[in-house]
């Protein structure tokens, strides 16, 4: 194929083949940076909680009226008593927070006393010895709290010190990446605890924290708060049934408490959903907008180039019937293409690297990966291809008897 | 001449209706992307109080001191309590008022009613004219509650709907967590978005409060923060222990109605944090802020990201559009060349033709405008799955979108027909004459 006469045709098309190298560089800075957001989007949402999550249930529950707070310790045992020898129940435990709720306690731990930057910072979670099994979490070294171990805490009165703390995975490896983390002691605030347990993975109550989404702390307390939240495990096939007998439950065993109308009783389904509300709308968001544009795109250049071919019928009807067969009138339609498409896609990485660094200065966002733009110069330049193969198919099936017509 | 062109343009357009199709979904789903993001992006970016906005500050006190390893300029978004009644008791603005929230359970008048949440925030008498708060019954408490921790209460339309049928309640008893509470005031509708005053805590754009309580019966009720606590270290245990901690958690702000105030307040704040540090509080002197309603809007990133990062693609995708629009505008305007050529050769001026072919693309945009009108209509009811839903609810069609997104189709596909139009009129009528 010769690309020489190819690029003499051009010159006399100089606003069009701008315009489709133009719009192939928009498209492709667009498309890259938009499956850039998906993607990242995408690793965010489907991070696993560590959590059975399709048996969970929360109950966010307030007590009614002023009451001392120890007395909030007896109506909680009271409660998690009726709830667990609810039927369909598993198990059941009381707690400040759960993963993925938007809200909770965070801490900063330290290996020593004196160290004035913290190790790392830490999700505090009220547990007790029902939560591993309650949650579903998965011991990986060490033990689980035991029934001993668990000590009321009042939020007026009491400072946060356990003696005996479980931590994740993440968190372990973060404190002592090369020995073993059980056995090891840490300063959480300013009190001296013991990591008796590692569980493989539990997430923190916040999405997108800078510190790390899964270095989560169990701490042995029942906190004596107006305010707790209930975790149930369900039975398989029994989360609905619950939902609904649960708060009645409740209600029958103590009236004197509100169980909020909205997010009151959710599925850990539920809370997972609103947690990445906006990751997951940005997704489809930017997902539409790319099926649309590459559409428009391809459009347009069926568009130009359908024009194109209408208008050189009579040059292409003498060039057949000089001796040039179908698939060079084909070919060079398609070469064409191609030629407008590497230069709209050189410009479109150009742009597509510059949108990128602008919006990670802007909006905190990550470098794009040069497979991204690789990989949509290539989409591209097959979308152009694709795109004008049913008008050079049009021009291939010209007659030579056009070379003869006048107009 | 004008129903001419209009005749010959659309003529025209049904001429190559796949082309003249394709113009007008271009258009049409570019105009209606950039509208709906757009929609959504004014209804979080709008001034809450703009006839006051430039008046109110949020004054901050960096009560953490250096060590924290965080950045210079990153100060607590919140004051302590110690710093916050400080900065009440000098009584330096104007109006001033400490806020935070609270989380209590409302038992209604009635053996059976079943006991109900209430959100409400804990705050002085000033705060309902400073932030110009409509009421509907009553007004809010004396100055006397403030001082003397009184049992006063003002409540919303909402929550005198529920207890009382909408009914002036003024001087009824309300009962929150086990004490009662007088009724001195019933404010109407009044839900500014965002929530600027309590920022910090979610995202400024959820449903309306149902109480407003003295700030100084809450302190001495022991009722805790049902917002955010953030704390370095807690020196003592119990409720005093916490309030004489360096925790932050109370919102303040003060209404300082002139430059010589502001200015004022500005050194104020600036010898309270040098006080600070000569009584031996601190051993670093404390930086200080104080923003007004915008900066302090900006300051704690109310537009969430994704709406800005949206309507930036958006409004790429409209431009791609109208780089597809121009070409097919050219591309339909030159095939009608030798036609152009016989119309200059009869007499018509460049001029003629610029309205001839700038109307047949206004007719283009209008119709893009139209179908772009419908799919942002789509794009209102897809919101809820794309932003929060606080944020999503507050997008909605006016008049204002309406003639908005009509207007930008039009003028998007005038800008985009001038260069096919330009070249449309310089086309040579001896030329195109000849080689027929």
């Not at chain 2, 095939?335 to 001029?351: C, K």
Request: charged letters at 15%; one cysteine or more; aromatic letters at 8%.
């Amino acid at each position: 194929m010769q690309i020489k006469p190819i690029l003499t045709a051009l010159r006399h098309h100089k606003a069009g083949t701008v315009l489709i190298a133009v719009q192939i560089a928009l498209t492709l800075a667009i498309v890259c940076n938009a499956l850039f957001i998906i993607h990242q989007r995408v690793t965010q949402l489907s991070q696993p909680s560590g959590l059975d999550e399709a048996h969970l249930i929360r109950i966010q529950n307030q007590w009614v009226g002023k009451a001392d707070d120890k007395a909030y310790g007896s109506l909680m045992a009271t409660d998690l008593a009726t709830l667990r020898k609810l039927p369909g129940v598993a198990d059941a435990y009381a707690t400040n927070s759960v993963p993925l709720s938007g809200g909770g306690w965070s801490m900063s731990l330290r290996l020593k006393a004196d160290q004035s930057a913290p190790s790392a910072q830490t999700a505090i979670y009220f547990s007790d010895d029902h939560t591993l099994s309650t949650l579903g979490l998965k011991l990986v070294a060490g033990r689980n709290f035991r029934a001993d171990d668990i000590r009321p805490m009042s939020a007026k009165e009491d400072l946060l010190h356990p003696a005996v703390i479980i931590v994740t995975r993440a968190l372990a490896d973060k404190l002592f990446p090369t020995s073993r983390a059980v056995g090891q002691t840490v300063y959480l605030a300013n009190h001296l605890s013991t990591i008796i347990g590692v569980v493989e993975r539990m997430q923190t109550p916040w999405v997108g924290m800078s510190w790390g989404s899964a270095a989560s702390t169990l701490v042995p307390f029942r906190l004596l708060t107006g305010g707790t939240n209930y975790v149930i495990r369900t039975q398989p096939g029994q989360p609905d049934r619950v939902r609904r007998s649960a708060p009645d439950a409740l209600f029958a065993q103590n009236r004197m408490r509100v169980i909020p109308d909205q997010h009151g009783v959710e599925t850990f389904r539920q809370i997972r959903a609103d947690a990445y509300a906006s990751d997951r709308g940005m997704a489809i968001l930017m997902g539409v907008i790319c099926v649309v544009l590459l559409a428009i795109t391809a459009a347009g250049i069926v568009g130009l180039t359908s024009f194109w071919v209408g208008q050189r019928r009579k040059q292409i009807g003498v060039r057949r019937a000089l001796g040039a067969t179908r698939g060079d009138i084909l070919s060079y339609f398609l070469t064409e293409n191609l030629l407008i498409g590497m230069g709209g896609v050189l410009l479109g990485i150009a742009l597509a690297i510059g949108l990128n660094l602008w919006m990670v200065t802007r909006f905190e966002m990550q470098h794009l990966s040069l497979w991204y733009v690789l990989a949509g110069a290539v989409a591209l330049l097959l979308l152009g291809q694709g795109a004008v193969l049913a008008p050079a198919l049009r021009a291939s099936r010209v007659s030579p008897v056009e070379a003869t017509r006048s107009v | 001449m004008f129903a001419y062109y209009l005749q010959l343009g659309l003529r025209s357009l049904r001429r190559n209706p796949a082309l003249t199709a394709l113009m007008v979904i271009a258009i049409g789903f570019g105009v209606a992307a950039s509208m709906t993001t757009y929609a959504v992006f004014r209804a979080v970016s709008g001034d809450p109080i703009p006839w006051k906005s430039d008046q109110l500050f949020v004054p901050q006190i960096d009560s953490w001191g250096p060590a924290q390893g965080r950045q210079a300029g990153d100060l607590p978004d919140a004051l302590s309590y110690t710093d916050a009644m400080a900065l009440m008791r000098a009584h330096v603005g104007h109006r001033q008022t400490a806020i935070y929230p609270v989380g209590l359970s409302l038992i209604p008048p009635g053996q059976t009613a079943k006991p109900i949440a209430a959100h409400g925030y804990a705050t002085y008498t000033d705060f309902f004219s400073m932030f110009d708060v409509p009421f509907q019954y009553g007004s809010s408490w004396p100055v006397s509650d403030d001082t003397g921790r009184g049992n006063a209460v003002v409540i919303t339309r909402k929550l005198n709907q529920r207890l009382f049928g909408g009914a002036d309640s003024v001087g009824k008893v309300i009962n929150l967590d086990g004490s009662d509470y007088r009724v001195s005031g019933v404010i109407r509708d009044w839900n500014p978005k965002p929530r600027f005053f309590d920022v910090a805590n979610g995202s400024g754009f959820g449903g309306e409060a149902d109480f407003y309580m003295p700030f100084t019966r809450a302190i001495d009720l022991q009722i805790g923060t049902g917002g955010n606590n953030n704390c370095t270290k807690v020196a003592a245990a119990g409720w005093d222990g916490w309030l004489h901690s360096s925790c932050v958690w109370i919102a303040y702000w003060v209404e300082l109605p002139t430059a010589a105030a502001v200015t004022r307040y500005r050194n104020y704040l600036k010898g309270y944090a040098a006080d600070q540090r000569k009584s031996g509080r601190f051993d670093w002197t404390p930086a200080v802020r104080l923003s007004d309603v915008p900066q302090w809007l900006n300051l704690q990133h109310v537009v969430p990201p994704e709406t800005r990062v949206s309507m930036l693609i958006s409004l790429g995708f409209l431009v791609v559009c109208l780089v597809n629009t121009i070409g097919l505008l050219l591309a339909k305007f030159m095939r009608r060349a030798p036609e152009i050529g016989v119309r200059r050769a009869l007499g018509a001026s460049r001029r003629e033709i610029y309205k001839q072919f700038l109307l047949e693309a206004a007719a283009v945009g209008l119709v893009g405008g139209v179908l772009g009108l419908l799919l942002t209509g789509v794009g209102m009811l897809g919101v809820g799955l794309v932003f929060e839903a606080d944020v999503a609810r507050l997008a909605h069609m006016n008049l204002s979108l309406v003639m908005l997104t009509v207007l930008v189709a039009v003028v998007a596909t005038l800008l985009a027909a001038l260069y096919p139009t330009w070249r449309a009129a310089s086309v040579q009528p001896a030329w195109q004459l000849k080689s027929n």
